[in-house]
């Protein structure tokens, strides 16, 4: 497994009334979970990235399922992949189809793949970008695309250990990244991947991912 064996993120999906949740990195740096909005439905980033999706769509790291969610009642054939045996239960309560494994074993369809899609800062799977990046690749169809949610630009590249907090409750640590708009394009190229777009939907930063 590429992450914890015990989910890191479970405690936060199990009790979102117990946080306030927080990522925090090795450094002491810290960000907020948005908890609430993975358990809501759609909000309008997410249904512009919705509307780039014209296939079938794998939703890495899917939560509790909105995104999963949103791309069924926009009539796209989604599957949802979480670690996590509570978000994918989430997932199909609402409807929505979701398999629990490691995004990096073998995945129904490998290769004819429209679209993958890591959400909510899920580029810092498994600590490594250019690993994760590359991964989607061989999911993808020759002519699809990952649709990638990034840091702001200026924030750069950091891989590290992290760990979740929930409430007073401390998760176990687990490698992980984040990437800002500016490093997606050397780690697109080393991943064999071409940056096709950066947008802005807001205050959130996504990019568009095809293969060299």
Do not use: K
């Not at 759609?42 to 079938?56: D, L, N, S, W, Y």
């Amino acid at each position: 497994m590429t992450v914890p064996a015990v989910d890191a993120f479970a405690a936060a999906l199990a009790d979102r009334e117990a946080g306030p949740h927080w990522l925090v990195y090795a450094d002491g740096t810290r960000s907020r979970l948005p908890v609430g909005r993975w358990h809501g439905p759609a909000e309008p980033a997410t249904t512009t990235v919705v509307g780039r999706c014209a296939g079938p769509t794998l939703d890495l790291g899917c939560g509790p399922g909105r995104f999963t969610l949103a791309l069924t009642r926009a009539g796209t054939t989604a599957l949802g992949v979480d670690v996590c045996a509570r978000a994918v239960a989430l997932t199909r309560a609402r409807g929505a189809v979701a398999v629990r494994a490691d995004l990096f074993d073998p995945l129904p369809a490998e290769g004819r793949w429209a679209h993958v899609v890591l959400l909510d800062g899920n580029i810092g799977i498994g600590g490594d970008p250019v690993a994760l990046l590359r991964r989607c690749r061989a999911l993808l169809h020759p002519a699809g695309s990952a649709l990638v949610e990034l840091d702001p630009p200026g924030t750069g590249a950091w891989q590290g250990q992290a760990y979740v907090v929930s409430g007073r409750r401390r998760g176990p640590g687990f490698r992980w990244a984040r990437l800002d708009t500016r490093a997606a394009y050397g780690v697109a190229e080393a991943a064999g991947c071409a940056v096709r777009e950066v947008f802005r939907v807001g205050r959130r930063w996504f990019a568009e991912l095809g293969r060299r």
